[in-house]
Structures are given as structure tokens and as C-alpha cells.
């Protein structure tokens, strides 16, 4: 199936809700008063202009393997298109393992990672691809070989990258979806946590000036402009796909604004660095892969501190200690941090972070998730469904955070 562009969902005369079929003046307003980054804007845009499209169908496994063939017809000649199956994992994205055999090469094991109607975060595969193949040979990550941006190919954008093995955590261990509360052993933190803090400072320490990221905007040096930036995106996220009104999530967007630092070294920003974001060998222990960059951005590296730090993602041990994405202790994780990347390491910009990080989250899970779900436009309509509970476990949050800003505690 190959999808031409969309046309325009236009609102009916007195319509009360323009979320459900955006107009195109609705969709301008918005752009005009989020502004953000150009390939961040064309995702978020293509999302509204598709909402009022029917919910999602799961494709059979035939119907992906004719187009995967039909890919490879054009961009790889003689090739055979094998095994097609789903591949599990992941909250966003539609994922599916397959082999190809190329003519004068081995057979290939690699993943077709397809965009629903609508996802629990909107993203650019562009975007994407460029982040992972700018990073690799600095970072471990899938080899990123194809992208199918407008989704002229697979009906949706979609992104191409190779099978790497590895598993998300232990066997035995415990932990919900998406690398929420995943516990490791002694055994496992000592071997894990020194890798897990090591690649965040080389994701932060590359050297992204000289690489091919067009699809990415440059935020200035010593400015607030691209933390506003970041701020407007996600606050535009809320007014497009919030269902009811949380006066919480508004207070914090103003409060954000008004408080927002400069960003005074441009790194590159993963977004999502966590447990179940990474792939590690079950027997040696080494990671092998770090996965999901969709949200990867040009910012302020304690905005990725920040996200790691993220309660959810840890637990409170015996003593007392926080350990942050269940690997290391919170003063630990930024003593290593320092020492890898030779950046210090900012508390009053972690504590803007941690407020800015769960503003975000409970952006994702109460709204776009909830969206989401209702409208039938996710293969993960469950999961999405579970993941609003977590929601208000951020909203506690958010408005313990902010209370411990204004008291200066």
C-alpha cells in the first residue's frame, strides 16, 4: 500500500471539539503561537492533518512483506525479502524483524520500524535516521540503512535499521513496560552501571557540529531561545491531544518559561536514556545497542540527566538512597558522569529539568496517550491505557517539584 499525501481535515460548521478534525486555521494558530523546530512542526502538523483518518488496522504479515519487497525492488535490486514477524517492544512504534539476502552478501537480519496513525510521541524518522547514523562508531547502535520519511513506501513514515541482539534486563528480574521500576541485582549494577553512565557522556561529548543532522535545528550558545523552543513543543503537544483540563500542566508551563536557563554548551540529547532503551548480552554483559532516538534533540545536556533521574525509572533501596534507573546512586551517578565527560554537573539546572522532564511526562501518558488509545489510532491501545495511570504519578510529582522550587528547598 502506498499513501498519498493527505488532504486537509477540515472542522465542521460548529464543531465543538477542532482537536478531532483540525482545520487548517486551527493548525495555524497553533503553529504561530508554539513555535519550534521546522522537522518537529512538519511531524506534529502531519499528526492533525490524519487525525480525522479511520483507526488502525493491523497489517498481516503478508501485506508488509509485499511492501518490503517493493522497497527493495528499487532500492536493492535482486535482493529477497525472508521471515518476515512482528517484533515485540516499544510503545510508539510498529516493529518488524526480517531477513534479507542481498546479491553478494549474507543473509541480514534487520527491523522495519513503522509509524501508527497516531503515537504516544510524534516524532520525525528523518530526525532519527540522521541522529543514528551521525552517532555510530561513537555510540553502539543499530546500523541505519533506510528511511521512508513520507511514508511513500509503507503507507506511514517508516526507518530501516539492522538486528542486534541483546536483551533490555535480566532474566528473572523485575519491572513493568517500557523500562518502568526495572530492578538489577548488585551483580548486574556494578556491571551495567558503569557502561549505562559512560555512553550517556559520549552521547554528550560527540561532536555533533560536524554531522550530517539538517533535519535539526540549532539552538544559539549562552540564549534561553532553544529551551523555549523545546517548551513550546511540548506545550503545543498539550493544546492539540489533552482531553480535560489539568491546571497543573498550565502553572508549570508558565512557571518553565519564565525560569528558563540559558543553555550555555550545545550537546546532543538522547530524551529517553533509560532501562529498556538499551540492549545489553545476557552472558558478558556489555551493551550492545542504545535504541530509541526518536526524540533526540540539540539542547542542554542536564535536560538528559534530568530524564534518567526520573523517579519512575528508579527506586528508593534499603538505605535510603535513590538509584537512578536502578543501576547507581543519584550522588554516584553524577560523580561518574563528571569524570567521563569532564562537564559539571549544574544541581539548579537538573532541579529545572526535573520539573521540565515531568511536565513532559505527564504530557505524553495523560494526553497524546489517552488521545491515542480513545481515538483507535495505536497497536498499543492497552499499554497506553495502563500507562495513564502513571500519569498521575507525575502529576504528584510535578506539583511536589514546584513547591520545592518556590520554597527554595
Not at 543519584?330 to 529545572?352: K, M, T
Not at 489510532?377 to 504528584?396: N, R
Request: overall charge negative; some cysteine; aromatic content about 10%.
Amino acid at each position: 500500500m502506498v499513501m498519498t499525501a493527505a488532504r486537509p481535515k477540515v472542522a465542521e460548521a460548529g464543531a465543538q471539539d477542532p482537536k478531532s478534525t483540525p482545520s487548517e486555521a486551527w493548525i495555524a494558530r497553533l503553529q504561530a503561537r508554539f513555535p519550534t523546530e521546522r522537522t518537529v512542526d512538519e511531524a506534529l502538523t502531519r499528526k492533525l492533518r490524519n487525525r480525522a483518518d479511520p483507526p488502525y488496522r493491523p497489517s498481516t504479515l503478508a501485506e508488509v512483506a509485499g511492501q518490503l519487497r517493493a522497497f527493495f525492488a528499487v532500492h536493492a535490486p535482486g535482493a529477497e525479502v525472508h521471515a518476515v514477524a512482528p517484533l515485540g517492544g516499544g510503545a510508539s512504534k510498529e516493529q518488524y524483524r526480517f531477513t534479507l539476502h542481498e546479491q553478494g552478501s549474507a543473509p541480514t537480519d534487520y527491523v522495519l520500524r513503522r509509524e501508527p496513525p497516531e503515537s504516544v510521541v510524534e516524532t520525525h524518522r528523518l530526525r532519527e535516521f540522521e541522529v543514528m547514523n551521525a552517532v555510530r562508531g561513537t555510540i553502539p547502535v543499530p546500523p541505519a540503512r533506510w528511511v521512508d520519511a513520507d511514508g511513500a513506501w509503507f503507507g506511514r513514515p517508516s526507518l530501516i535499521s539492522g538486528f542486534v541482539s541483546g536483551v533490555t534486563k535480566p532474566a528473572g528480574s523485575e519491572g513493568n513496560v517500557s523500562g518502568l521500576g526495572t530492578g538489577f541485582s548488585p551483580e548486574w549494577q556494578a556491571r551495567l552501571a558503569p557502561q549505562f553512565v559512560d555512553m550517556l557522556a559520549a552521547i554528550h561529548r560527540f561532536d555533533w557540529r560536524d554531522a550530517a543532522l539538517d533535519a535539526f535545528d540549532v539552538p544559539p550558545e549562552g540564549s534561553a531561545e532553544g529551551v523555549l523552543r523545546t517548551i513550546n513543543w511540548w506545550d503545543r503537544v498539550w493544546e492539540e491531544d489533552s482531553i480535560e483540563a489539568i491546571p497543573i500542566i498550565r502553572f508549570a508551563a508558565q512557571w518553565l518559561r519564565a525560569n528558563a536557563p540559558p543553555i550555555e554548551r550545545v550537546t546532543l540529547v538522547h530524551h529517553d536514556f533509560r532501562p529498556g532503551n538499551f540492549l545489553f548480552e545476557p552472558d558478558s554483559g556489555a551493551i550492545t545497542a542504545v535504541l530509541d532516538w526518536e526524540l533526540a534533540h540539540l539542547g542542554d545536556y542536564h535536560e538528559d540527566l534530568a530524564w534518567s533521574l526520573q523517579e519512575g525509572y528508579g527506586y528508593t533501596d534499603a538505605q535510603g538512597r535513590f538509584m537512578v534507573c536502578g543501576l547507581i546512586e543519584r550522588e554516584a551517578f553524577f560523580r561518574r558522569y563528571e569524570q567521563a565527560s569532564g562537564f559539571p554537573v549544574d544541581r539548579a539546572r537538573i532541579d529545572y529539568y526535573m520539573i521540565m522532564n515531568t511536565w513532559k511526562s505527564a504530557i505524553i501518558v495523560l494526553a497524546t496517550g489517552i488521545r491515542c488509545a480513545a481515538g483507535g489510532k495505536s497497536h498499543q491501545d492497552i499499554l497506553l491505557s495502563w500507562l495513564a495511570g502513571f500519569g498521575h504519578v507525575c502529576l504528584h510529582n510535578l506539583t511536589r517539584l514546584l513547591r520545592e522550587a518556590r520554597h527554595g528547598t
